[in-house]
């Protein structure tokens, strides 16, 4: 069979240029979707990304501001030993006991409280008895000896 080159011109490719056409057009189109689609998941990507760094950030922060508390909280424990130890050697001992009272009853003297509030041995009642209600105030709050 011979193909007859002079018929061409006659021939009606509209139809299967349309369809052509129309075939890309809708590769196009397709293109284009799958190109949104990319970029979209690009974003979530990056998104995704910049939300685990700063988690990471965060995170670190967190964790060095935790170190800086546990840290002053462990020096704070120790101060609160060191003066519960103070406190329980005070009250423990009589000696230590009078040894502040007599203390007190310096500082008031020097401070001339004593003058004319406390004649003779009224300060002295007046500090053991201060004295005492510090001792059952403390046992109240837990601090026992």
């Given at each position: 069979?011979?193909?007859?080159?002079?018929?061409?011109?006659?021939?009606?490719?509209?139809?299967?240029?349309?369809?052509?056409?129309?075939?890309?057009?809708?590769q196009q189109?397709?293109?284009?979707?799958?190109?949104?689609?990319?970029?979209?998941?690009?974003?979530?990507?990056?998104?995704?990304?910049?939300?685990t760094?700063?988690?990471?950030?965060?995170?670190?922060?967190m964790?060095?501001?935790l170190?800086e508390?546990i840290?002053?909280?462990?020096?704070?424990?120790?101060?609160?030993?060191?003066?519960?130890?103070?406190?329980?050697?005070?009250?423990?001992?009589?000696?230590?006991?009078?040894?502040?009272?007599?203390?007190?009853?310096k500082?008031?003297?020097?401070?001339?409280?004593?003058?004319?509030?406390?004649?003779?041995?009224?300060?002295?009642?007046?500090?053991?008895?201060?004295?005492?209600?510090?001792?059952?105030?403390?046992?109240?709050?837990?601090?026992?000896f």
């Amino acid at each position: 069979m011979n193909f007859d080159y002079n018929n061409i011109a006659k021939l009606n490719l509209n139809t299967t240029c349309n369809l052509m056409n129309s075939i890309q057009h809708e590769q196009q189109e397709n293109l284009k979707v799958v190109e949104q689609m990319h970029e979209e998941r690009r974003k979530k990507e990056a998104q995704n990304l910049q939300a685990t760094l700063e988690t990471a950030e965060n995170t670190a922060e967190m964790k060095g501001d935790l170190k800086e508390v546990i840290h002053n909280q462990n020096d704070y424990i120790k101060l609160l030993k060191r003066q519960n130890e103070i406190l329980k050697n005070i009250f423990v001992s009589e000696e230590d006991g009078v040894a502040v009272q007599k203390e007190i009853m310096k500082i008031m003297q020097e401070q001339g409280v004593s003058d004319d509030t406390f004649k003779d041995k009224g300060l002295d009642v007046v500090i053991q008895s201060a004295f005492l209600a510090i001792q059952v105030w403390l046992k109240s709050k837990g601090i026992d000896f």
